[in-house]
Structure formats: C-alpha cells, structure tokens
C-alpha cells in the first residue's frame, strides 16, 4: 500500500508544479505496473486537493481529479476519533507549517500499517515514511 498525498496529486495536475515530472512518472509507473499498488488517501486529501486544484487551476481540472485520478484511490473516511487525534498532535506540535491535514494522514498511515508515501512533503520523512519518489529536503 502507498498512502498519496495532496502534494503528489496536485503535481500531477499541474504541469507548471517544480514536481510536475517526477509526479508524473512516478504515477504513470504505479498505475502500469502489474500488481500496481494499492493506492490510499483520506477523505481530508480530497478536500484538500480538490479546493487546491479549483483555487489554483480551475473547475475543469477538478473535473478531471475527480474523473481521472479520484476513481483508481481507495479513500478512508477519517472518523470523529482519528480527527480528534490529528488535533491534538498538531496542537501539542505547535508548528505552523504542519497542517492537520498531515497529522491525520499520518495518524492514518500508521493505524493501517502504511510506511510508503507518494507526496513531496517533507513533513512525511521527518515521521518516519518513505517517499515515492524520493522527496528532496
């Protein structure tokens, strides 16, 4: 399993992205392969992503997150619990760059036993995960 990320999704869409490439090819190698991985995201990520990419690219790219990207993730639905959890790790943190939309991602990932990551974050590294493709720092 490879957890994905708004920043690996967003690079995707955006071909003016600095990790448009590696996003690219990278996803292309992941949906390709024969037994491509089973792809993971949170209900979070879409938010995060979809208000990402209506601000910054447009309605017709978030049409075609949701009907070219969105439908190939197995999305989790954070619960009351798990929130509450990623709140109170972002709280006690206390980093203005880390969002809770990363404390619940993390949260996540080690809850379902997922130690890969397709993003270009490098809050992910810093807790421990591997990056697909590797993240520069």
């Given at each position: 399993?490879i957890?994905?990320d708004?920043?690996?999704?967003f690079a995707?869409?955006d071909?003016?992205?600095w990790a448009h490439?590696?996003?690219r090819?990278a ?14 995201t949170?209900?979070y990520v879409?938010?995060e ?7 910054r690219?447009?309605?017709?790219a978030?049409r ?8 190939v993730l197995?999305v ?6 798990e929130?509450?959890?990623?709140t ?6 206390g980093r ?5 939309v ?8 080690r ?5 890969r990551?397709?993003?270009f974050?490098?809050h992910?590294?810093?807790?421990g ?5 590797t993240?520069?720092?």
């Amino acid at each position: 399993m490879i957890f994905v990320d708004t920043s690996a999704l967003f690079a995707v869409l955006d071909r003016d992205d600095w990790a448009h490439e590696p996003a690219r090819d990278a996803w292309t190698r992941m949906l390709s392969s024969d037994e491509g991985p089973l792809l993971v995201t949170s209900n979070y990520v879409l938010v995060e992503t979809f208000a990402l990419t209506q601000a910054r690219l447009g309605m017709e790219a978030a049409r075609l997150f949701h009907d070219s990207v969105l439908p190939v993730l197995r999305v989790h639905w954070i619960t009351r619990e798990e929130h509450e959890s990623a709140t109170q790790a972002l709280l006690i943190t206390g980093r203005r760059r880390l969002s809770l939309v990363d404390c619940s991602s993390f949260h996540l990932m080690r809850r379902l036993g997922i130690d890969r990551v397709f993003a270009f974050d490098r809050h992910f590294a810093e807790q421990g995960f591997e990056a697909v493709p590797t993240c520069p720092t």
